[in-house]
């Protein structure tokens, strides 16, 4: 009896290794041979010049520049919203009917294809608003994609400042919003700039929403204006993989692995934030 | 002086009733403890006093609670809890330093000279005696105080506000003896300068600090005497019991 649920145990700790493996592995062999095909590819060339020989040389210099402006962009629009919004959900709004259909609608929103997005932005800001292909629009999508992660996460981070130091701060005469400016923000920073840089990650990687808004195929010269169109990294590498016949492996692995690396970077500074936050957090 | 008065005060949360017609008078510059068992409605009380009970979002509450005969609904909420401090059950310091947590309350309403905010925490302080403990730890973050140094700091933090009245909710439920004696001793000098209502769960506390006594059981207000008579001659049979350590 002992022998055979010692044996049973074993059996479930292999099962278990064994997906935490599954889940490992990937990942370890996606960051290997990006790196070991893509770093070869990387000089001071391939990340300041623009593309030559229809892009079969050269570097990547205009898609670098134009994800920079496009998260940046997205982020500018939708921190502020998504922040107010957050801070409305937290702080402002009664548990009613009204604003668990919001909730419901934030967290379905999180969960629409980024395709669906392209799609939305090209109706809206591209053709409705008339702001053509433009960095602008894609912008826009892209600001609108990571809204949802933007508000649930800044809207944990109100919600897991102690309800109590609210308490403190109103029996000591504060009004609410000198609560929450004071009191409440000041403890969610952290938790929010986490959530942001989660986002501007997503935002930088995606290529749907950029494929019809924004893209461009190619492009000799930087954008000059928000209205201009612009390359980006995500799209780059589609067209050189796909469209573009004879390019050289490892121009293809360098872009990819830029990316990975903005995208990495980007997580990164999110778990440094959280760490510091956590070792600083005082209750 | 009456400070207040309360006339058939009813409270509701949601379908709970949780204080049922209580009429009582709180004097000037006495210190009056509520005493009771649990879930007895002391607290609720309390926290009507100072209309924090407004936070629960399924509040109802019926009666009249007069601040120096003005109805205290009526007033601006902000400035009745500038008159109307607390000390809460537990010590909660803001995520703050020690000066900051003491001068937030008048930071808040607008102080912004340095030597003046200087001097009100100080002051504070002092009347909380804490100052001579951390006059060389103002900046340090208040958790790093010790259980009843937070605790006094959060006194102080209510008094640097500038209140006419102290409401604490079993300020010493957290702390070991010698705390307790020293928040006491501090209670006994402020209500030189303040009305006092003290919730707590210990009886001998009471005895020891309060001029009056008010005994809550189920929501109700059983009786309200001077603290030796509630506690030498309770007129009601259930006073008798709960101070007698039979039930609660």
């Given amino acids: ?283 | 002086m009456v400070k207040f008065e309360i006339h058939n005060l009813n409270i509701w949360f949601g379908s709970v009733h949780a204080i049922k017609q209580v009429n009582m008078e709180i004097q000037s510059n006495e210190i009056l403890s509520v005493i009771g068992p649990a879930s007895s409605g002391k607290t609720t009380f309390l926290r009507a006093l100072n209309r924090l009970n407004d936070l629960n979002t399924n509040y109802k509450m019926t009666g009249a609670l007069e601040l120096e005969r003005e109805d205290i609904c009526a007033v601006d909420i902000e400035v009745l809890r500038r008159k109307i401090g607390m000390v809460f059950a537990l010590p909660l310091p803001l995520p703050l330093s020690v000066f900051d947590n003491v001068a937030y309350g008048a930071r808040m309403h607008g102080e912004r000279n340095k030597r003046l905010l200087g001097q009100r925490v100080e002051d504070a302080l002092r009347q909380a005696y804490l100052w001579e403990e951390v006059k060389d730890r103002l900046n340090e973050s208040a958790f790093k105080l010790s259980g009843g140094q937070q605790q006094r700091l959060c006194i102080a933090r209510t008094l640097a506000v500038g209140p006419e009245v102290m409401l604490f909710d079993e300020p010493c439920s957290g702390l070991d003896p010698i705390s307790t004696a020293k928040v006491e001793d501090a209670m006994l000098k402020l209500k030189e300068k303040y009305t006092i209502v003290l919730v707590t769960n210990n009886v001998k506390q009471a005895a020891r600090v309060a001029d009056r006594t008010a005994f809550f059981l189920t929501g109700e207000l059983i009786e309200i005497d001077k603290t030796d008579k509630i506690f030498t001659a309770p007129k009601d049979r259930r006073t008798d019991g709960y101070i007698r350590g039979k039930f609660g």
């Fill in chain 1, 1 to 283: 009896m002992k022998r055979n649920s010692y044996r049973t145990q074993m059996i479930a700790f292999f099962f278990l290794f064994l997906a935490m493996l599954l889940i490992v592995v990937p990942v370890g062999l996606i960051i290997v041979i990006i790196v070991q095909k893509g770093l070869p590819a990387i000089n001071w060339q391939f990340l300041s010049d623009i593309p030559r020989q229809g892009m079969r040389a050269g570097g990547i210099f205009p898609a670098i520049v134009g994800t920079v402006y496009l998260v940046m962009g997205a982020i500018i629009f939708a921190l502020p919203i998504g922040l107010l919004a957050a801070i409305y959900l937290s702080e402002y709004s009664k548990d009613n009917m009204l604003t668990r259909l919001i909730r419901l609608a934030i967290v379905n929103l999180a969960g629409v294809p980024s395709v669906v997005y392209g799609l939305f932005g090209l109706a809206l800001f591209v053709v409705f608003f008339k702001f053509g292909a433009s960095i602008l629009s894609g912008s826009l999508t892209l600001g609108i994609m990571i809204l949802p992660i933007i508000i649930t996460t800044s809207r944990e981070a109100l919600e897991s400042v102690p309800y109590s130091f609210r308490e403190v701060s109103l029996s000591l005469g504060a009004s609410k919003w000198q609560t929450i400016r004071h009191i409440v923000l000041p403890n969610a920073i952290p938790g929010i700039l986490t959530g942001t840089i989660l986002g501007l990650g997503r935002a930088a990687g995606e290529t749907a929403p950029i494929l019809f808004t924004v893209a461009a195929f190619y492009l000799p010269q930087l954008p000059s204006s928000i209205f201009d169109q612009a390359m980006a990294l995500p799209y780059h590498l589609y067209i050189i993989s796909t469209q573009v016949p004879n390019v050289d492996a490892k121009v293809r692995y360098g872009t990819a692995f830029v990316l990975l690396t903005l995208v990495l970077f980007m997580n990164l500074v999110a778990v440094i934030i959280r760490y510091k936050f956590r070792k600083k957090k005082k209750w």
